[in-house]
């Protein structure tokens, strides 16, 4: 953790960071793009996992030299929420996460999940958590791009009344690092979802952990 400056914030990911939910995920988009007639590769569906559902959609539908329309983009998009519903029934918190929200909040540093799904695939796995209060949250429909564009930690920053340079954006996926790189925050990454700790290093950041309870000597 040499190195790691000591946050003023801390914005975090949902989906492989907080809850093991992934797996889950990359299998409502395959079904989803199963319905709607695409070829969707196990490995390249989830290499994209944790990024703007619709950008997402397209980048799959691109690899079948398929170009999608705004409105089919979004129609996918939805859908894949809709099946994702259905089969996140329990989400299971992942280990060390619980214990380093907690230290987030006896160290009195605010904090705030940023997530590109929707606001209605959150519920579920946010109440997984079993927190004392409601989170802030910063869901995909709130801005008008999702990681990786920086849109929703900067929203995130707002919203904790603090600015990007002194926030941690701590997340599983590459798409995570990408937006904290562009959105000026110090890039954490958890090796606990969609990406290898060689990834998320490659792709800029700072430190990787393997569980979010080995951040918390940082804070």
């Not at 929707?118 to 791009?145: N, Y």
């Not at 920053?157 to 995570?176: F, H, K, M």
Request: net charge negative.
């Amino acid at each position: 953790m040499m190195g790691l400056p000591r946050p003023g914030a801390v914005v975090c990911d949902l989906d492989g960071t907080l809850v093991d939910t992934v797996p889950t995920r990359i299998r409502a988009w395959r079904r989803t793009f199963a319905e709607f007639g695409i070829p969707a590769d196990r490995d390249h569906v989830s290499s994209l996992i944790g990024s703007d559902g619709k950008w997402l959609a397209e980048q799959v539908a691109a690899r079948g030299d398929r170009t999608l329309s705004a409105e089919a983009a979004e129609a996918i998009d939805r859908r894949a929420g809709e099946i994702y519903g259905e089969l996140n029934t329990e989400p299971r918190v992942l280990p060390g996460a619980l214990a380093f929200v907690d230290a987030l909040r006896s160290a009195g540093i605010p904090w705030a999940i940023a997530t590109s799904s929707r606001p209605e695939q959150v519920s579920q796995s946010v109440a997984a958590l079993g927190l004392p209060e409601q989170p802030v949250i910063v869901d995909g429909m709130q801005v008008s791009r999702a990681k990786p564009a920086p849109d929703l930690l900067l929203a995130a920053a707002e919203a904790l009344g603090t600015r990007p340079e002194a926030c941690w954006c701590v997340g599983d996926s590459r798409w995570d690092v990408r937006a904290a790189t562009a959105a000026h925050m110090t890039p954490v990454g958890v090796a606990t979802g969609s990406a290898t700790r060689d990834e998320l290093l490659a792709d800029g950041a700072q430190v990787v952990v393997d569980r979010l309870d080995k951040l918390v000597d940082a804070l």
